[in-house]
């Protein structure tokens, strides 16, 4: 489908089909009633959108098929189990949930790195007006040569932002920005594995995608679908690198007959994390298996979200004691040089 829906409209649709397919309505008249609120608020090529959905889902196919590419991993495979399973409003819940729940953890790494942010351009600034503007005519005073202790640290960082290694190092930031944001959901080599235990953001990536993940394959079960084929469906329509952490467990399932904690650990890779699969291996056999590990998995979204902002905090409080520090070598470069030069204007 070459359309593409934002989250704002998916987020309202979510809303609107849990609360209706619950009280008994329909997914192609919850469909239709949609189609029909947004041409009553004149959004019109939204509702051409979901006027096209609602002709697929009424010619057979599933709502996750119909949504089309908008969709990201996770939902895909939230939805589609919920789907399958009898329990879509459910999947759309967990979706929400999941969704609300990343975004407040994004929203707060985001603010962590706002005021170092703000410092480390700060201090670009000055560090390039020291060493475009500053500097030169210092050195027409004072030869570059009789500059020593701070004030040629200070030089020295200067030049650092005036000369190629500064393009160079921003540009090999976004570089490693960009790729990382590709390779999150893709990178699937074996090396991603160490990546994913000891390398932000690789570890909250893990830690995130595994519980939501866990919630899913919860929600499944609670519906009555067995756990390999739970997995299955999951494997089908998860994204590259959940792919690959999700085959080794259906593996110990099926093939090996262990249970849902003992296939986790024989996988190796620690998924969806050792805190949650010791939890795991604390209710196998229970007949509410499901509802416990559900609530497990709440908990322990908290304590992920308490942890990560733990980790928000100490990146920012990092950032800001390096940047303080650098303005402090500016200071004290700044007495140097003027030592430097009444020394010489004084010899003169």
Request: proline share 3%; hydrophobic share 50%.
């Amino acid at each position: 489908m070459a359309f593409t829906i934002s989250w704002g409209l998916r987020k309202q649709f979510y809303q609107q089909v849990s609360s209706q397919l619950d009280n008994g309505l329909t997914i192609t008249a919850v469909l239709g009633d949609f189609r029909a609120r947004l041409l009553r608020r004149k959004r019109t090529k939204a509702a051409e959108r979901f006027d096209a959905i609602h002709r697929r889902v009424a010619d057979g196919d599933m709502l996750t098929t119909s949504l089309g590419s908008s969709l990201s991993a996770l939902e895909r495979s939230v939805l589609s189990s919920g789907e399958q399973a009898g329990a879509l409003s459910r999947s759309m819940r967990l979706v929400l949930e999941v969704r609300a729940m990343t975004d407040r953890l994004t929203n707060q790494l985001r603010s962590s790195f706002f005021a170092p942010s703000v410092y480390l351009v700060s201090l670009y600034v000055v560090l390039y007006i020291i060493g475009d503007y500053i500097v030169p005519q210092f050195t027409a005073a004072v030869p570059i040569e009789k500059w020593t202790g701070w004030a040629y640290v200070m030089y020295q960082m200067g030049q650092l932002a005036v000369g190629w290694a500064m393009p160079l190092l921003f540009g090999s930031l976004m570089l490693a920005i960009g790729w990382t944001i590709w390779a999150l959901p893709r990178w699937t080599h074996p090396s991603r594995a160490f990546f994913d235990r000891h390398i932000f953001p690789f570890t909250v990536y893990r830690e995130v995608q595994g519980f939501a993940w866990l919630l899913s394959f919860v929600a499944l079960l609670r519906a009555g679908v067995p756990d390999t084929v739970a997995l299955k469906g999951q494997i089908a329509s998860a994204s590259p690198w959940l792919a690959t952490r999700l085959r080794p467990i259906l593996t110990g399932l099926e093939i090996h007959g262990l249970d849902m904690a003992a296939a986790m650990r024989r996988s190796g890779l620690q998924f969806p994390s050792l805190d949650l699969i010791d939890e795991i291996g604390a209710y196998v056999g229970f007949e509410n298996f499901a509802e416990k590990i559900e609530a497990v998995s709440r908990e322990y979204a908290q304590t992920l979200e308490r942890k990560l902002l733990f980790k928000g905090a100490l990146i920012s409080a990092i950032f800001s004691a390096v940047t303080f520090f650098a303005f402090v070598v500016l200071q004290l470069g700044a007495n140097a040089i003027s030592s430097i030069l009444t020394t010489s204007m004084g010899a003169a």
